[in-house]
């Protein structure tokens, strides 16, 4: 069975009372939990992890090394500025997949372009909570291809 590393970036514990015009209503809580039921749909196994801190999300990268196939991960705002979220993600060589919650290509221009990115599977962005369920599924079917 496949295990996924769920890494949630900056503010998004602060879904639900953030900006709701833009981030929608659910709590991070509800997305988590609609992520479980996703994943017992695809049996998979997935670890969640949210951090404000840079460091701390690179050092989830490194610890996903030989314990995770896959990462699933909206980095918020370091998706913009971090190259070591980056680094991290291509030095372990898990198969990545890259959510927004928003459509960033549709706001600031500063949103437009992730350091992730280029060296991601691929990118959904603007689905709402639906970008991190399309997320899981599409980066299981890719493991499972
Ligand atoms: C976000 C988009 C980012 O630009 C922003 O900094 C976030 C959330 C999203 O899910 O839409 O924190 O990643």
């Given at each position: 069975m496949f295990s996924i590393l769920v890494l949630h970036g900056?503010?998004?514990n602060l879904l639900g009372q953030r900006e709701p015009g833009i981030y929608g209503s659910a709590t991070l809580e509800d997305i988590n939990g609609l992520l479980e039921r996703e994943a017992l749909g695809l049996q998979v196994k997935i670890s969640i992890l949210q951090s404000n801190h840079e460091g701390a999300l690179?050092?989830?990268v490194h610890s996903a090394w030989g314990q995770h196939q896959g990462i699933l991960i909206n980095a918020g705002a370091y998706t913009h500025t971090s190259v070591a979220i980056r680094d991290a993600l291509a030095g372990?060589?898990?198969?990545?997949?890259?959510v927004?919650?928003?459509n960033i290509y549709?706001?600031?221009a500063f949103r437009h372009h992730?350091?992730?990115?280029?060296?991601?599977?691929?990118q959904i962005s603007g689905f709402g909570s639906d970008s991190y369920l399309l997320g899981l599924r599409a980066l299981v079917n890719h493991l499972n291809n």
């Open positions: 900056p503010n998004l690179v050092d989830a372990v060589k898990i198969p990545t997949v890259e927004h919650l928003s549709r706001r600031e992730s350091y992730i990115a280029p060296i991601a599977i691929g």
